[in-house]
Each structure stands twice: as C-alpha cells, then as structure tokens.
C-alpha cells in the first residue's frame, strides 16, 4: 500500500523574500509552440501553412474576432493588414512574415513585446462554414514577474511517495522509496498589480524563490510549477488576501540551498 512521508518542510518570511513567476501558459490548452524556456523571454508566434489555391477563402479568428474572407494565396502582408482591422489588434501587435508573393507557403505571426504572457487564440475557419474552426492554435508568450511587492510569505513541502515491498514469507514490513512529490502556497495581497490575471488555477510557470533578496551569495531555489487552486479572502476592508497553492512538476530547476553568483538582470 502506498502512501507519503515528509521529506522536507519550509516556510519563508524574510522581509528580502523575492518571488519571481514566469507563466508559461494554461496547463489544460494545447499550444502548437515549443514551451517558453526557464529565464527567457518569450513572444506569442504561430506558424500557418496555406497551399496558395487562390479559389479558397478562410477567415482567421484571434480571440474571437474574425477577419474578413482571406484568398487562399494571399501574402503574408495583406493577412497583417487583415489582422490589423481587426478590433483587438493594434499597428503591429502582430507581425506576419514568411509569404512574399501570392501563393503557398508558411505565414509566421509574431506577437510583439508588449504582448508577452499574453493568451492568444488563433483558429482557422472556412469562410463558407464560418461556425466551424478548421484548426486551432493556442499560443503563450512568456516573461518574468516579481510577484513579492505584496506577499507575505511562501511555503514549500516535499513528500517522498513509498510502496510496500514487503514479502509473504516475511515478518517486517519493507518501504521502498518511489517518486517526490511537492506542494507549495504563497499569500499575496491584492493591490490590482500587472500580474493579478496570471493566477489562475491551470497556470503553469517557473518559480523562483530569493530566499533574502537578489545579489551575488543568496540562497535561491526554482522549480516547474502548476497553480491549482486560488483563493480569495475579502473579509478585511482594508485589504483583500490572495492565498496561491500549487505543486511542482518534474524535478527542481535549481534545488533548495543553491547560491545566486551573479545579479539578475
């Protein structure tokens, strides 16, 4: 029979506690794109391929606006143009590239930097079907936020998971040891920061942990992390309490007790 036993506690509440949170996406959408990488910044880009048959239209939708009927060969920067009356989209918001001349080929849209860890949804559409999405591609950008202005403190727990190994012909029980699991939580208060949108159960992102401050010589630990739950306590007028819990996934990116040696950018 399986079951857990500690492996670790920790709770931290230095006033130098830094919490930084890169969001790499909602963990129950698909993304057609490589998954954002540990510490780097990120855009949104989608690559679509269109087979340059002038006799199809289709219409491309973004967050659920659609752009008018595209040819079927149309250039990469008649689609920015198309994409760009859009109502949710901005001069150069998205860039397409990749299709010169009328034809087939791959256009290649790319958020621009102001667009970072935004949720972007683009589905292809028949133009003839207009209910129906051909395709769907769900893209992340991805950039660092310091998430500690308002907390107050973060907790981690490491459990080792065993199974019972024990034998029949044998009279004491025997536990080995399997996989590590760990859970954490972290309570905010919510002063309506650039980042509130993030924490969202299904979130998954990369935390890192500055136990004492950024700086050469201080303790630092991150890891893969998945938001479960989010909880809101409103009781008090004055301030709205946000506790944030998770688990890790995979192993540590950087274990407990490592030390920073050069000053985070």
Not at 4 to 23: E, H, M, N, W
Not at 165 to 188: K, N, Q
Request: proline content about 4%; hydrophobic content about 40%.
């Amino acid at each position: 029979m399986p079951f857990s036993i500690p492996a670790g506690t920790d709770r931290i509440t230095s006033k130098d506690l830094k919490v930084v949170f890169q969001p790499i996406g909602l963990a129950d959408l698909e993304s057609r794109n490589p998954l954002p990488v540990y510490g780097v910044d990120q855009n949104c880009v989608v690559e679509i391929t269109q087979s340059g048959v002038n006799v199809d239209t289709w219409v491309l939708r973004v967050n659920g606006h659609p752009t008018a009927a595209l040819d079927g060969d149309i250039t990469s920067a008649a689609l920015q143009t198309a994409l760009e009356a859009l109502p949710n989209v901005g001069a150069g918001d998205l860039t397409v590239t990749g299709v010169n001349t009328e034809g087939a080929g791959t256009h290649v849209i790319t958020a621009a930097a102001n667009l970072l860890n935004e949720f972007i949804l683009f589905e292809i559409v028949d133009a003839a079907e207009p209910d129906t999405a051909v395709l769907e591609y769900v893209t992340f950008g991805s950039k660092d936020y310091i998430i500690s202005a308002e907390i107050s403190s973060f907790s981690y727990s490491e459990n080792q998971e065993t199974t019972d190994a024990t034998a029949i012909s044998e009279t004491a029980r025997i536990h080995l040891p399997t996989v590590r699991d760990m859970t954490w939580d972290a309570m905010f208060f919510d002063a309506l920061q650039t980042w509130r949108h993030i924490l969202q159960g299904g979130m998954a992102g990369f935390i890192t942990v500055y136990e004492k401050g950024f700086g050469e010589g201080k303790r630092y630990f991150a890891f893969e992390a998945l938001i479960t739950d989010v909880n809101v306590n409103a009781e008090q007028f004055e301030k709205i309490e946000i506790e944030v819990s998770g688990r890790r996934q995979g192993d540590w990116i950087i274990r407990p007790g490592s030390y920073t040696y050069t000053t985070p950018s």
